[in-house]
């Protein structure tokens, strides 16, 4: 999915001279957690639960919330799982993946294989039997479109990847209002949106920070087939977009000033960040001067209280 954790380790070689199935088992339960990369999935919930809330205008059953996060948890999982099983090869020879299970050897690619598909074919059951069934299409779509359009299509193959392969990540919105009201609205789709114009602005910066890595297996991620500059402008772009479409909740009628606040203060410090980069990347600026994390950083920070926002505000309105 669109949200990135950073992990900086030496490269690894594929396998070990010991069968996955001798290593002690609780190391192997925990390698199977990692290939859900639970870190990523929360942030996905934190777009997910607060949109169940303004959905229902208030506190939505909690069940049903419960049950919302698990399914979108093994979906997700399973997605992460299958998105290893594709990019074994690569994450091999990048420091930031070298400790991954399948790297290591601590899980098998045909197991990854099996629990990946038996992860997508367990939630989307879960979904459609104790939840709704458009959520589960909903789930299910974006576990498909991450991992074969933006894995096995897009990753590859164009300097466009992470812009349009982030639609997945855009879709736990949607989850979140089908999953109560069981259809959809212009209120997720804008709150879609900007997870959409998030999505590059956010990952750029680290793939500022690692262009290297990338550059070393041939994934054209846009900071190794473009200058900082070119990078930081259309981050610049992005950001922009972003924060004027996160004020289109208010006018259409779904949030009131809380959001609103909080959309525009939070929005404000983004484009100072933003606009701070680029100043630096057109200054020349490189290496650890360059400050590209703190905008990566601040990403998440952004999203998160934007969407605590979403579901406060129908308490105050």
């Known amino acids: 999915m669109c949200v990135t954790a950073v992990e900086s380790r030496p490269a690894g070689v594929i396998g070990t001279s010991q069968s996955p199935s001798r290593r002690p088992a609780g190391a192997r339960g925990m390698a199977f957690v990692a290939l859900t990369k639970p870190r990523i999935i929360e942030l996905l919930l934190i777009t997910t639960v607060p949109v169940m809330f303004l959905a229902q205008q208030g506190v939505p059953d909690l069940g049903l919330v419960l049950l919302t996060c698990l399914g979108g948890y093994l979906s997700a999982g399973g997605a992460n799982a299958l998105n290893m099983y594709i990019d074994r090869d690569i994450d091999a020879l990048m420091d930031r993946t070298s400790q991954r299970p399948l790297v290591t050897g601590m899980v098998s690619p045909r197991e990854c294989l099996a629990f990946g598909i038996t992860l997508a074919v367990v939630s989307t059951l879960l979904f459609g039997l104790t939840v709704n069934w458009l959520s589960a299409w909903l789930a299910l779509g974006a576990l498909l479109f991450y991992v074969v359009v933006y894995t096995m299509i897009l990753k590859r193959r164009t300097a466009q990847n992470i812009v349009w392969g982030g639609i997945a990540g855009c879709m736990p919105v949607l989850i979140g ?141």
Not at 195 to 210: A, C, I, Q, R
Not at 226 to 251: C, D, E, F, G, R
């Open 177 to 317: 209002w089908s999953s109560v009201t069981n259809s959809l609205s212009w209120a997720p789709v804008v709150l879609f949106l900007v997870m959409f114009f998030w999505t590059p602005p956010h990952y750029w910066p680290l793939s500022m920070k690692v262009k290297e890595d990338y550059a070393r297996v041939g994934v054209p991620m846009l900071p190794v087939v473009a200058s900082n500059k070119v990078v930081a402008k259309q981050i610049v772009v992005y950001s922009w977009v972003m924060v004027a479409v996160s004020l289109l909740l208010t006018p259409l009628g779904y949030t009131g000033w809380f959001y609103t606040a909080v959309a525009l203060a939070a929005g404000g410090w983004w484009l100072w960040e933003a606009h701070a980069l680029f100043g630096r990347a057109k200054a020349e600026v490189t290496g650890g001067k360059l400050k590209e994390m703190r905008l990566f950083h601040w990403s998440i920070t952004y999203v998160s209280l934007l969407f605590v926002a979403v579901a406060v505000d129908p308490f105050l309105r």
